[in-house]
């Protein structure tokens, strides 16, 4: 029995062996396609992760797509190193990958031309070149004819698809040429059927009115001058319409505002005019409207409260006049309404209308109301909690007396005015609420599950400026050190950028300085270790870096009000010491635990064990005799 015993065993280790060497074994790569992928290294400024050319079979490689239905070879269908920070340019040898369905090669920093044979490929269904420093003119011959999606998007290409692109290439169902330095010109797209998404850089031409399946029509971002041509009714699958930021004229054609399938509309900032007239009776389905920055005349059309799904209403910078009609508190699917910066009137009784929007989470009835700008005895000012938006005017500074300015939890944009800073008040002192605020209760309100503060006069309120949730971007002014008087100063939660003044130091009444959760970088400046009053000090959530100030109250402040600045030094810890970066291992890339030599190194250690095994007697003992 022990001959049939051994034999089994090896069978067993045999069968296992070749398990092992098949599972570790791929089809190589072609020949020609492994020569191509080299010569597209030549022309990189650098290796590319997960390419390892010790390895004849580049299907392996990261990025790399194969098609593995000869079991002696696969042949590269697809290359997608989309992001990869890869530079130099696009190298002629690339056409050597015949079987090429997919390319993508966006976001990258790619330069140069384009070699024209890459726009030749019979098989290829998917070219990305976007978001590179491309240049030069498109081939005049274009030959995809598999085609179904082309993206050349922001690059810097000169010249446009010729009029033939349609002919050899009609399966196409995405094009964006969008964002590149074509000029003037006209793009005819009348062919191409199949188009269903579609951005452009070029004037559109009426033929565009013949792309019966265009689901998305992008043409925003151009130059563009003169009327949108009248060919909205042929499109009857388009949802999503955009020409924002060109020099579009004229009235709106009146196949757009009948157009049933159109959800969204984004015209603003052109120089569009006459009345708005939305047909909603025939665009039940519309949800975003965005006609700001134009020149739309007449009163803002009751009509429009009939468009029961718009969620987004944008009318803001209009020749607009007269009320929010009381119509508009059917609009209960609205979120988002902006009528900034028109002639809009009244507006007490809006927000009495508007309340019945439930939905509604941001409102834009101009920055600040105009007719504040004539209570030249105001004092204290809060907005806080409410939806309002836009930018601040600068007449915000102009209030002589203002010594308390409450705009938090808001979604006001753009940079802080500078005039707040000249504020006469907290400059000088110059007013002081009159005798009468001793009768004067005000209770203000703080976030859900926090404690309400309770004034028992509003005398007690500290000079405060408080502008924090909100959406402002730019820097935080020098100026602002020249408010003696402030107590307070919140900019949390914003996008202020830029380093935090040296000058800050001159508010020497300040009690809380709150500049948390911004881009601010730079170091702290020691100088505010001078401001003997400050009890609450948080610059967490930036990017600061250096030294933390440790004199004067400084030393109070817990460690939280400096979290989230990775650079910057604990206190009491000198000098400061960089911390090394490890290389991040690219999450792409997985560890391969084991592969074919691994295998076979496994099956001879096992056969090696195995004899010695029966060589010592542990599988067969060597004291039994076999007797017949």
């Known amino acids: ?133 491309l240049v030069g003119p498109l081939p005049s011959a274009i030959h995809l004819p598999s085609i179904k999606y082309l993206d050349l998007s922001k690059n810097y290409f000169s010249s446009f698809i010729s009029m033939q692109f349609c002919t050899s290439s009609s399966h196409i169902q995405y094009l964006d040429l969008a964002r590149n330095f074509f000029g003037e010109g006209s793009i005819y797209l009348e062919n191409c059927t199949s188009l269903q998404y579609v951005f452009l850089n070029g004037n559109v031409t009426d033929g565009i009115g013949n792309l019966s399946n265009l689901v998305e029509l992008n043409i925003s971002l151009n130059d563009f001058s003169g009327s949108l041509p009248d060919v909205f009714g042929r499109l009857r699958k388009l949802e999503s319409f955009s020409a924002r930021s060109n020099r579009l004229t004229g009235l709106l ?85 902006s009528l900034g910066n028109t002639s809009i009137n009244n507006i007490s009784t809006a927000l009495d209308i508007l309340q019945h929007c439930k939905n509604l989470t941001i409102l834009d009835l101009g920055s600040l109301p105009i007719w504040l700008s004539s209570s030249k005895m105001l004092q204290l000012l809060d907005l806080s909690w409410n939806s309002l938006g836009g930018s601040l005017p600068s007449r915000i500074g102009k209030f002589e007396y203002l010594f308390y300015l409450d705009l938090s939890n808001n979604s006001f944009s753009g940079e802080i005015p500078e005039s707040l800073t000249g504020l006469e008040n907290l400059v000088h002192k110059t007013a002081l609420l009159k005798e009468s605020c001793e009768h004067i209760s005000l209770i203000k309100s703080k976030e859900q ?37 402030l107590h307070v100063l919140n900019l949390e939660e914003n996008n202020l950028s830029g380093s935090i003044p040296d000058s800050i130091s001159g508010m020497t009444s300040l009690e809380v300085l709150d500049l948390s959760c911004n881009n601010l970088s730079g170091e702290i400046p020691y100088s505010l270790v001078h401001l003997s009053f400050l009890s609450v000090f948080n610059v967490s959530y930036n990017r600061l870096y250096g030294d933390t100030p440790s004199g004067g109250q400084f030393m109070t402040f817990p460690d939280s009000s400096f979290d989230g600045n990775q650079a910057l030094c604990p206190r009491l810890v000198a000098p400061c010491q960089r911390k090394q970066i490890h290389p991040v291992v690219s999450p792409g890339k997985k560890m391969k635990i084991m592969d074919w030599n691994f295998g076979i190194g496994a099956a001879i250690g096992f056969l090696l064990c195995v004899f010695f095994c029966f060589k010592s007697g542990w599988v067969i003992p060597k004291g039994r005799v076999c007797r017949c």
């Open 253 to 337: 054609p009146a196949s757009l505002v009948n157009s049933a399938p159109l959800l969204r509309i984004d015209l603003h900032n052109n120089s569009l005019d006459g009345p708005i007239r939305i047909n909603c009776s025939a665009m039940a389905q519309v949800t975003s409207l965005h006609l700001g920055s134009n020149n739309f005349q007449g009163p803002v059309p009751a009509s429009l409260s009939s468009c029961q799904s718009l969620t987004v209403l944008h009318l803001a910078r209009n020749k607009l006049g007269g009320v929010v009609p009381f119509e508009f508190r059917n609009l209960h699917a609205l979120e988002f309404l």
């Open 449 to 485: 599950g926090r404690p309400r503060l309770v004034y028992d006069n509003i005398c007690n309120f500290p000079p405060t400026i408080d502008l924090s949730h909100n959406k402002f971007t730019g820097p935080i002014w020098p100026s602002f050190g020249n408010l003696k008087n």
């Open 1 to 133: 029995m022990g001959v049939p015993t051994m034999s089994l065993v090896f069978i067993l280790l045999a069968v296992m062996l070749q398990q092992m060497i098949q599972a570790s074994q791929e089809p190589a790569c072609h020949m020609n396609d492994l020569t191509a992928l080299k010569g597209f290294t030549k022309c990189l400024e650098q290796d590319i992760g997960g390419w390892n050319w010790s390895s004849s079979n580049c299907c392996s490689f990261t990025g790399i797509t194969c098609d593995n239905s000869s079991v002696i070879y696969g042949r590269v269908v697809g290359l997608e190193l989309g992001n990869k920070r890869l530079t130099g340019t696009i190298c002629e040898s690339l056409v050597g990958l015949e079987q090429f369905r997919i390319l993508n090669l966006s976001l990258n920093s790619l330069h140069g031309k384009i070699p024209a044979n890459l726009f030749r490929f019979r098989n290829l269904e998917v070219l990305d070149l976007s978001n590179n420093y």
